[in-house]
Structure formats: C-alpha cells, structure tokens
C-alpha cells in the first residue's frame, strides 16, 4: 500500500522529512508545500533528485487560512507540519476537519496542551494528531520511554542535547541549523521538569553542568532550556521521580547568552527606542542570526538519554548516545537527519495505522522500538550501555 504525504513548510527540516517519506514512506506522492511556490519547488526538485524517484511535488498554501487549508489537505494520508508552531493550532483543527493524521515539529507546550484538547473531535473523525515530533522535543523523549521499558521500576530520567558547528567559529561557536525564532523560543521562560515526583519550573539558561562527548565533540556544557520535555512531565508523574533535559553547547556560549539576557535583549516585549517601538528579542535574532549561520558548515547533534532504575534484583543505569554527522552525500545537515527523519517516521506509522486514534502526547502514541529500529536502518548511530549500579 502507498500513501499521500503533505509536508507544510519547504524548508530545512521540511525538505529532510519529505525525502525520508519517498525513501522509506511508501510514498506514491510527497506535496511539499509552502507560501513561496519556488521554494517549494526547490525542495521538491532536490528530493527527487536525490531519491532518483518523481515522487515530490511543489504546490502552494496559506497555512494561516484554514477553510483553504483543510480543502487543500482533502483526500491526504498524513502530514507534517514544519512551520514555526504559532500555526499549529490553527493547522490541527483544519487535518481534523479533513480527516488527515498530522504531526508537527512542535516548540511550544501552551500549544501542544491547546491541540491536545482536540482529542475528542480526532477520534471522531478517525485521526491521529501527534504534536511535538522533532528532535527535542521529539526524539529524545521517544528514546526515553525505550529506556524505561528496558527496566521493571524506573525512576529517573535525564537527557542531554544539542546540535554544535564540526568546526567552531569564535566568538560564539555555534552554528544557526534551524530557524531562530525557535532557539529564542528555547532560551527564554521555564522548562517543566519533574523533581521528587513534582512537576516543577525551572528558569532558562540556568543550571550549568559540565557533560563529555566522544570526539570531535570532546568537553561541554549543558543548561535549562525550554520546550524540550514538552508533555512528559505530566505524563510520568506519579510514575518517576525526575524527568528533566539540558541543551549542549560548546564551553563559555552560555554566559555570551545570559550577558544578552541581562540586557534585556531576549524579551519580546516592545520599547521605545526613539520615536520606534521596537521589541528587542527581533533585534537579537536579527543581529545574532547572521553570526551563526555559515551554510556548508559541517554540523554535528548529539544526544544522550540515562534511565535510572530498579531491574530484577539490581539497580541500574540505561544510557542511549546518539551522534549524527552532516551527510555529504545527500547534503542533509545532521539537525535535518535527526529533526526531519524521526518526524517522518511518525507520519509514516500513523498513515500506517501504527498509532491510536485522537490527539495524543508524542510519549504515548509513538512505538519506541521500531523508532530505534528505523534510526539504525536510517545510518544513525546508536549505542546502548547498561551499568549495573548496585545489587539489592
């Protein structure tokens, strides 16, 4: 059996998904589509090219319309939504009208909590809607819920992620891989843990460790940042006493960001500057993202996950370290293999009929094992190590 894909939004992650839906989908059409038809086509022409297949097609929507939006998705299997998350919502009600299974890459939870409460209305029209399906949030939540069920009585999790330049560049030494509005997304507010059992809000940028990589990574350092545990808190309280996340950079980038916020430039609320309001967060991200961002930079993600718990008569640690390359070959950074693959995968099982019915969290409706499976299958590499802490 074949499937119809739409992938809203032809941009990097975009254009990832699109050519892993061709790939291993079982696609017979991938429509990318976007408000600027010829970058759509781009994408599309690069997928085709890529895959030796004439599988993707370019068309244009209006993902802010949402009548036009759901007449367009009419008669699609599933979708991706790789469109900054503000019109997630908006696109979640129109896939539920038409009858079409949608995931998204997610970003922010007020969001997600919003389209999660369309639940009754997508088990009604036979949907499944997934949100939150990148790579953090995303992914690395996928591979905690694997850890957890590798063991009888788990306790604990903490993950680790980042995606970092192969070769820094001073004076920040970081390399802009996604669109820069959902990495000041993630340097601002709280992220939601779960500490002793408790959900509990911890500011950004704060909470600085020092985390080992194997190389080329070597030495860095991890702190808060938002977004990246999304539901999962909510959804393992009661059953773990921590959940929590950190993002990676290389050392010293974290006190270049919290000098920025102490200026005040990370806020969003607008002020005078003369006889112009001008909000300081489009300021930041104006002068920031031309500093960071040198395409054919080589990139790397790394991302690790510790499940600590109880198994048989033991305790132990089950940790999961995946680290992904830019691949010359297609051309495809690693924040696009490791951010567009695993959300194709998700819309593959749901067209599938892989996942339930419904709007529900990524952590209870995503099957962990053939996701490890397909990142192996994919050339992602993955290890697994479990310590023995103590016998009981």
Sequence with gaps: MTYHYVILGAGRQGTAAAYDLVRWGEASRVILADMDLALAQAAADRVNRLTGLNLAEAQTVDVSDETALTAFLRGQDALLSAVPYRFNLGIARAAVAAGCHMADLGGNTDVVRAQLALHQSAVAAGVSLIPDCGLMPGLGNTLAVYA????EAPREVRIWVGGLPQRP???FNYLLTFNIRGLTNEYSGHAIYLRQGRITAVEALTEPEEIEFPQPVGRCQAFVTSGGTSTCPETFAGRLQVYEEKTVRYPGHLAQLQTMKDLGLLD?????????LVAPRDVFEALMAPRITFPGDPDVVVLRVQCRGRHGAEEIEHTLDLMDFYDAETGLTAMERTTGFPAAMVVAMMAR???????????????ARPTVDGLRARGIRLTERVTITRSL
């Design 148 to 151: 957890l069920e590798q063991m």
């Design 169 to 171: 560049r001073p004076p």
């Design 268 to 276: 969003p609320t607008p002020i005078q500057v003369g006889a112009t």
């Design 353 to 367: 009929g892989q996942t339930p019915r419904g709007a529900v969290p990524l952590e209870c409706a995503v099957p």
